[in-house]
């Protein structure tokens, strides 16, 4: 069965970094876009970041743009979402998706637990 695990959230200061991982399995990772999707608490799933197969191809919701850069290793079958410039904004839990096609609106097939990101002002 497919599994999505993630890692790397925390607690971290505004102006901080932090990296989360996200170990797949299950499926055939090479085949599959994957995605960061968050939710903060009272609001709604927010897609975050997007990479295509091969990686060539990235999309990123506007508000992350210039902070945060998806990345993937198809030999690790691992993607990461470096985030940089944390915001308290940026308060949420954080899923890891995964789905046959490219896209930037939530409706991926296969989710992670997801993972606790904390930015405390």
């Known amino acids: 069965q497919v599994q999505l695990v993630e890692s790397g959230g925390g607690l971290v200061q505004a102006g901080g970094s932090l990296r989360l991982s996200c170990a797949a399995s299950?499926?055939?990772?090479?085949?599959?876009?994957m995605a960061w999707i968050r939710q903060a608490p009272g609001k709604e799933r927010e897609f975050v970041a997007a990479?295509?197969?091969?990686?060539?191809?990235?999309d990123y919701t506007t508000s992350v743009k210039g902070r945060f850069t998806i990345s993937r290793d198809n030999a690790k079958n691992m993607v990461y979402l470096q985030m940089n410039s944390l915001k308290p904004e940026d308060t949420a839990v954080y899923y890891c998706?995964?789905?046959?096609?490219?896209?930037?609106?939530?409706?991926?097939?296969?989710w992670g637990q997801g993972t606790q990101v904390t930015v405390s002002s």
């Open positions: 299950g499926l055939a990772f090479r085949s599959y876009a």
């Open positions: 990479i295509s197969w091969g990686g060539r191809t990235t």
């Open positions: 998706a995964a789905d046959a096609l490219f896209k930037t609106v939530i409706t991926y097939k296969y």
